[in-house]
């Protein structure tokens, strides 16, 4: 796509810069492996390889899988990549999530952060995921999101497994006096066919750490996977269903205080009067004190258990400062709509030429329609917690999180001590979303415990404070228009989309000093790399001035985009009197996975049939996160109330490590949508969310989920992700089909707002 010259030339060169910065400054340190952060935590007698893999002399292995894991199966998916090549089954393993450290950095989440489409391949593409890459590897930010973890693990862990595995050969070969390719591996244990001898890899663990891994190691060819490919039980589950205590909300340290927080529900507003006079007089109650931050300002109660920090802190007085943007719905939705008829617009894409296009229109041919979307809570069922302790200079954080080395930076920075005095360990969490990538919640145990006196201090939120001080998904709105063709298909699209920006919300929380400058691709993501092939098609996002705290919700932009775009190509199917399914295959011929899905799902929800009168289907499609997926969605009227009866779904990755848990995640993925379609809101009023918790923020109920069908295919040509890709058609598949049952077309959501549901 030659236009993308003009739409990031500058983000281009600063692309081209690192590449080269890389290659002639900084080649060293960025081929440099990082230190191995096991080195500093081996037990007696343990023995490392590589910053993945640990043994113990009694054959104990130790597999480090370090991505947060939320639900999401990513524990075991990782340690199967390791133990494929170390030859090992994941039963004989023990599967930590490991330190903070910068060799666990996760690179492509900023190599597919680059604004081009996932299936856009060309020189310039390339050359900035290669950018991306190197500014990665030197940031080191070790971060779960974005649906990277098993793309970004795949290849550095099966390295990683068969590494260890070669050295341990080579010790094995020399005790024997044989050549290592002569011996045998399985389950842990090394063989020599010749003479019947066989050695556990911890009666070598010893001696092969002291080998250097071979130059070239062969990796397992698809067809020789043992674990790899197939459905594998999962390494967490056994934990989860007897209740062990394995979440940040169960850490239990020896003299251990508890405490609470009470943040200004005005957002960026300060703390103007403090009166904690009755609550420091209450039972239990240890100190009470003002949290002040560039993230939120409060006060915290620490006392000698959490039930007592709660309810002191309800009999703190506090005066809050007003936040400094619109106060209510009426006037976010003003700023919205200015920003859409203002010029400050940044093109995601921006083919042919739509101003010309729409010229000389009939208007009988043109579709036009505006939609727009409220702010969303993440509502995790693990409310943001963390525990914290600085005792003698060293701050120790657990924490249920999605980025452990901002943790430690950022947690170290706000007790004044340096970094490699910090150290996290990360727990399971209850739910991320994307929440849990911010690290609000570990910053204030950190302040929590230098206020404790070397005692540990555990920090949890009511689920008031999780759902007012969230940083959510942003409101959004767009406005779109299409020029029809005779054929019925379009011939021009121009969408503008405006939210405010994740980025400019996240970087002056943390980093203050690096202002965030140039388009936010997350406004237009799934609008704007999207593989439609329309002549004049146009994607222009703007800004928001709206300081509400924003964060990344599960698919991010792609969320809102999604329901933009794909109710938008229902309406043209509809007005161009075409089969839905069929414009799409169609528009997308030039992309045969994305016919693939398209097909696919057709077949397995028997698009076209006849359906009994109350009962219709709605379609939609998203390439997102590297997955190409489509949907279809059967609602059914029952008394004149909707019910979700059924959903299908095709999802092509590229190639699926595990498909029980690629499937599980499709699933979940697609809950989380349509739990947002139904009826979730996060809803301004003098200046405050109006939502508190579950009774008023309205996640779908257990009896009102529909049937899922997966079907998975493994055509394109790279790996995508599974976390998220299956949310956002999700959303419009659910919206066309109301359409399709009710006639009533619903721009804006919840869709609870126009339409019953069951």
């Known amino acids: 796509m030659g ?357 000389d229109a009939p208007r009988e041919r043109i579709v036009e329609a505006d939609y727009s979307v409220p702010y969303l809570a993440h509502a995790t069922m693990e409310p943001m917690n963390a525990t914290a302790q600085l005792k003698d200079g060293r701050l120790d954080i657990w924490a249920p999180n999605q980025a452990p080395t901002l943790v430690r930076q950022l947690a170290a920075a706000a007790v004044g001590i340096e970094t490699e005095n910090c150290f996290v360990h990360t727990t399971y969490l209850g739910g991320g979303f994307g929440r849990r990538a911010d690290v609000d919640y570990a910053i204030y145990a950190a302040i929590l415990a230098k206020a404790a006196d070397g005692r540990p201090v555990q920090v949890i939120w009511t689920r008031e404070e999780d759902i007012g001080q969230d940083m959510y998904r942003p409101a959004a709105a767009g406005r779109f228009r299409a020029r029809l063709g005779d054929d019925g298909l379009p011939v021009a699209v121009d969408m503008r989309i405006a939210a405010p920006s994740i980025m400019g919300s996240v970087l002056p929380r943390y980093f203050p000093s690096l202002p965030p400058m140039g388009p936010d691709k997350t406004i237009t993501d799934g609008s704007a790399n999207q593989p439609y092939a329309i002549a004049n098609y146009r994607v222009g996002g703007i800004k928001a001035p709206i300081s509400i705290p924003v964060g990344f919700w599960r698919s991010v932009g792609n969320s809102f985009n999604g329901f933009f775009h794909e109710s938008f190509m229902d309406e043209i199917a509809v007005a161009g009197k075409l089969d839905p399914l069929e414009m799409r295959r169609r528009l997308m011929a030039d992309h045969p996975t994305a016919v693939n899905v398209i097909d696919k799902v057709g077949a397995m929800s028997r698009w076209g049939e006849k359906l009994p009168a109350g009962k219709a289907k709605g379609f939609a499609f998203t390439l997102s996160f590297g997955t190409w997926v489509a949907e279809v969605v059967q609602v059914e009227d029952i008394g004149g109330k909707i019910r979700i009866e059924k959903v299908w779904c095709a999802a092509d990755p590229g190639q699926v490590i595990d498909p029980g848990i690629f499937t599980a995640q499709m699933m979940s993925g697609i809950v989380y949508g349509l739990s947002s379609a139904i009826g979730e809101a996060i809803t301004f009023a003098d200046g405050a969310a109006q939502q508190s918790n579950f009774h008023n923020y309205g996640p779908m109920r257990m009896s009102q989920c529909p049937a899922i069908e997966v079907g998975l295919l493994e055509t394109a040509n790279r790996m995508g992700g599974a976390g998220e890709p299956g949310t956002p058609p999700s959303i419009p598949a659910l919206a066309n089909a109301v359409h399709a049952l009710t006639g009533k077309r619903v721009r804006t959501m919840p869709l609870l707002k126009e339409v019953e549901f069951l």
């Open 3 to 359: 236009i993308i010259g003009k739409i990031a030339r500058r983000t281009f060169l600063v692309g081209t810069a690192l590449v080269a910065g890389g290659l002639a400054v900084g080649y060293y340190f960025y081929r440099k492996p990082y230190p191995n952060p096991l080195d500093d935590e081996l037990a007696e007698g343990e023995t490392t390889f590589n910053p993945y893999v640990k043994i113990a002399p009694d054959n104990t292995i130790t597999l480090i899988a370090p991505r947060a894991e939320m639900g999401q199966g990513v524990a075991t998916t990782l340690a199967a990549i390791v133990a494929e090549e170390l030859d090992v089954r994941l039963d004989q393993v023990i599967v930590e999530h490991g330190p903070a450290g910068h060799a666990y950095v996760n690179t492509t989440m900023l190599e597919e952060g680059v604004p081009f489409p996932h299936f856009d391949e060309s020189t310039m593409a390339e050359t900035m995921r290669a950018g991306m890459g190197v500014l990665g590897k030197l940031l080191g930010v070790q971060a779960t999101g974005g649906s990277t973890s098993v793309v970004d693990g795949y290849y550095r862990m099966r390295q990683a497994g068969a590494a260890a595995r070669e050295v341990l050969k080579l010790a094995a070969a020399k005790r024997l006096g044989v050549e290592a390719g002569s011996l045998w591996t399985a389950d842990g244990v090394i063989t020599d066919p010749a003479s019947g001898k066989t050695f556990t890899y911890g009666e070598l663990a010893q001696e092969a750490a002291a080998f250097a891994p071979p130059a070239e190691i062969r990796l397992r060819e698809r067809a020789e996977w043992k674990i790899l490919g197939k459905p594998q039980k999962r390494v967490d589950m056994h934990a989860k269903v007897t209740g062990a205590p394995i979440f940040g909300i169960d850490v239990r340290l020896p003299d251990m205080l508890f405490a609470t927080l009470r943040m200004n529900p005005y957002r960026g507003g300060a703390i103007v009067g403090f009166d904690a006079a009755e609550a420091e007089k209450m039972p239990g109650v240890v100190k009470v004190l003002k949290v002040e931050t560039g993230i939120a300002n409060g006060f915290a109660v620490i006392a000698d258990n959490t039930w007592r920090a709660f309810q002191a802190a309800d009999a703190v007085k506090a005066e809050w400062g007003k936040g400094s943007y619109p106060p209510n719905d009426a006037d976010i939705r003003k700023v919205l709509e200015d920003a859409l008829r203002g010029s400050d617009i940044s093109y995601g894409r921006n083919d042919g030429n739509v101003e010309t296009a729409f010229a």
